[in-house]
């Protein structure tokens, strides 16, 4: 029943943050298989890898210091850091090589690498709730650590590899060629490093004052983050609004499905309000907005006109089936 139990409070909390993490992504979904396939490399490969590798670290520095105390504090700080971030980060690094076509803005980016991280987090959570928690301490160590694990640091895992996300995203979307090269490594640096100063600030100070400040560094961590993030919906609802201008004087969208198009409500309702043929016209209207941007800034990488033509055919196909 306690690992039953374990395994709810694992799973479902990080499902329904991997939801809103997917809700975030306003005007331009990623493929719904792509973002599955993303949380299960975090949930399988990323954190049974981590799990192995971490042990066998682990076991090799106790096997020198002779001391379970610096063999935890070591893995944790020096060894996990770099192992996790590494592995979470190469699901992301994955899309980015060969789902190049989907992986179009900062924003994909940091929805890319928080998807993988949650699924890290889910198989994570499991044998701390019921490993750590009701194993050693019975019921009442299992609710603690479902506090601990569900509210305490639940978003510390999609906040660390956020930052390999967003490396990657802006090597894509810059000409710079200094910037290609930097912009990835950087971003894993800074992930890494955050993720080895959440692990170490609290066993520092120690205790619950470690505890609590190390929390609250934390939280304010996440709320840059979530500022930032509504920052980066924002540049792309300015995207849409200028690009679909052009198709909307050319008379390929009407002028209400353009305004139906720029609302960050859209994404969700459009489905219910008029079935498949407008959930997929108004995610058009985003993947259109967002290449004909891309085309502007990095030319015809990829074959963005080719893309660009496809999707105002499909457009022009849609439109007199949606209603504004």
Known sequence: MAFIVSLLFAFVP??????FVYWLDRYEKEPLI???VTFFWGMVIAAGSAFVINTVFGMGIYMVTGSDAISNQATASLVAPFVEEGLK????????????????????????????????????????????????NGWHGLWSMVIIRDVVVAWQHP??????????????????????????????????????????????IGGFPGLALGSLIDWSG???????????????HNILKRQLSEEAAAGIITDGQYRRALSPLTASIALFLGGFRASRFYQACGELA????????????????RIINSLRKELATLSPWVKA
């Open 159 to 204: 906040f660390f590899t956020a930052f390999t996300g967003i490396g990657l995203a802006v090597a894509r979307i810059n000409r710079n060629m200094i910037i290609k090269v930097i912009a990835a490594p950087l971003g894993y640096g800074m992930a890494v490093f955050a993720h080895a100063f959440h692990n170490s600030f609290g066993a520092w």
């Open 14 to 19: 990080t499902l329904l943050m991997a939801w």
């Open 34 to 36: 792509l973002i599955g």
């Open 89 to 136: 980060g190469l699901a992301v690094l994955i899309v980015f090589l060969f789902f190049h076509k989907e992986f179009d803005s900062i924003l994909d980016g940091i929805i890319y690498a928080g998807i993988a991280a949650l699924g890290f987090a889910a198989a994570e959570n499991v044998l701390y709730i019921y490993l750590y928690g009701y194993l050693q």
């Open 290 to 305: 967002l290449k004909k941007d891309q085309l502007q800034k990095l030319g015809d990488e990829g074959g963005n006109q």
């Open 222 to 236: 996440w709320i840059i983050m979530f500022i930032f993030i509504i920052m980066m919906i924002t540049r792309e």
